[in-house]
């Protein structure tokens, strides 16, 4: 072989082996619908058996034609006493999870990253004595804070950069909500630095702040009052909140009865800032309930935001159930798709990352 020959082939498999080693973060972006839910699971040993119960998981491809097939789930046993509230926003690539504390002793957020795959792993905790019965988690990216409500304290919680956290932190604001006619506050939206919380009990509704976000001090604010209030009447257990504001809709759940006599609903606002700008009595577009629809508990609901999106998530802890809907649906029935982990787990929080 000449050492013409010899040079050629060497720059040509050096040439092949660079292009062959290259690294994924250089690999141009690629414009693609994207669609995963993150699950909380309320099921809690403290036992010495090996075998935990999963308590977080990702299901990858939420908007696909097998939304209920468990190869696309992956779980996570986490240290949680039982999973509550859960939010995962793709700007801090960390999931926050609270615990249901069913033993009474968890005062804390369990803190997980998220690899481009989908695989969850430990990241960190936050430790408050706060931090007791948290019903509602949200992130919010452009103040770096995480918001948490307090169900047992009528309180919302903002923890300012919480992502590398691994230990006890301060809250960086703690604000006092009083109680509504026996009101307690459940869950947390937020658009603009205007908060929107839900409010569970009979004829309940949401509360909207406009002056939470903007607080800095590291204080505590007693007696907050909402600037507005937007209630329903003959409600009676509203918790979950969604509100997507690309299609201008917001969706809520609720519940009557318990156990097996329990009815669930899903009520969804067509035109949310029409509702906004009215205040007062809300009136729902539509109300997905009935026989048919497998509501009983519904505990959290999740819109696709995407523009021209079809689907809403449901979790149902009396069902052991995650419901897909058409954001169409209406009246009795029944879910477009149905996802099950299994009979002992019960899904109680969700989280869509919709891009």
């Not at 619908?33 to 939420?62: C, H, T, W």
């Not at 918001?147 to 230990?167: D, F, H």
């Not at 919380?197 to 009979?202: H, L, Y």
Request: with cysteine; proline share 4%; charged share 20%.
């Amino acid at each position: 072989m000449s050492l013409r020959w010899f040079f050629g082939l060497a720059m040509l498999a050096t040439l092949i082996g660079f292009i062959s080693c290259k690294r994924d973060d250089d690999e141009p972006i690629v414009n693609r619908d994207f669609s995963r839910l993150y699950m909380s699971f309320s099921e809690y040993d403290n036992s010495s058996q090996p075998i935990k119960p999963v308590n977080v998981g990702v299901l990858a491809r939420a908007d696909s034609t097998n939304f209920d097939d468990q190869r696309n789930f992956q779980s996570f046993i986490s240290a949680t006493n039982g999973a509550s509230a859960i939010t995962f926003n793709p700007a801090a690539q960390r999931i926050f999870v609270a615990s249901s504390n069913i033993r009474g002793r968890d005062s804390t957020i369990q803190i997980f990253t998220v690899a481009k795959e989908g695989t969850v792993a430990n990241s960190g905790v936050i430790e408050n004595k706060h931090i007791i019965s948290v019903t509602g988690l949200l992130y919010y990216p452009s103040l770096d804070n995480l918001y948490a409500v307090e169900y047992s304290k009528n309180t919302i919680i903002v923890y300012n950069r919480p992502k590398g956290r691994n230990g006890r932190m301060n809250a960086s604001h703690r604000f006092i909500i009083p109680d509504d006619k026996n009101l307690k506050p459940w869950d947390i939206a937020m658009y603009k630095n205007v908060v929107y919380v839900t409010r569970t009990g009979n004829n309940g509704g949401i509360d909207v702040f406009e002056n939470i976000a903007s607080v800095r001090q590291d204080t505590l604010t007693e007696d907050v009052k909402p600037q507005k209030q937007l209630r329903l009447t003959g409600s009676h257990n509203i918790k979950g909140i969604s509100l997507d504001t690309v299609n201008n809709m917001l969706a809520l759940t609720d519940y009557s009865g318990s156990g097996d006599a329990a009815v669930g609903r899903i009520l969804i606002f067509d035109n949310f800032n029409a509702l906004l700008d009215a205040g007062g009595e809300m009136t729902p577009s539509r109300i997905i309930t009935g026989p048919n629809t497998g509501l009983r508990q519904p505990s959290d609901v999740e819109l696709d935001f995407k523009a021209g999106s079809k689907y809403l998530y449901v979790s149902d802890p009396q069902s052991k159930s995650v419901y897909r809907f058409l954001k169409t649906a209406d009246g009795d029935e029944k879910p477009e798709s149905t996802f099950r982990l299994g009979e002992n787990s019960s899904p109680v929080g969700l989280s869509l990352d919709s891009r």
